[in-house]
């Protein structure tokens, strides 16, 4: 097997930027997340099922999911 010596690294620059970007995407869509629990464990608190917990923070938690993959299998020229 004739294998090349490629010295190069297969992550550039810009696909670490663009990693680490979505890296901060994801936990920010963590962040919408939390929050919205109750004192008193007999009081139900239907702050948990509002548009932000529930269509926001996975939309953008996924939104970070697809960046990530971009920038794993995109080839970027430095």
Known sequence: MNMENNE??????KGLKIL?????????GYLLMM?????DPEVFNYAM???RRLVAA?????LGIVIEVT???R????
């Open 75 to 78: 080839i970027f020229k430095d």
């Open 20 to 28: 680490l970007i979505g890296l901060i995407v994801m936990v920010s």
């Open 8 to 13: 190069k690294m297969p992550i550039t620059r």
């Open 49 to 51: 099922f509002d548009f």
């Open 35 to 39: 929050g919205g629990g109750s004192e």
């Open 71 to 73: 920038a794993i299998m």
């Open 58 to 62: 996975p939309t953008v938690i996924i």
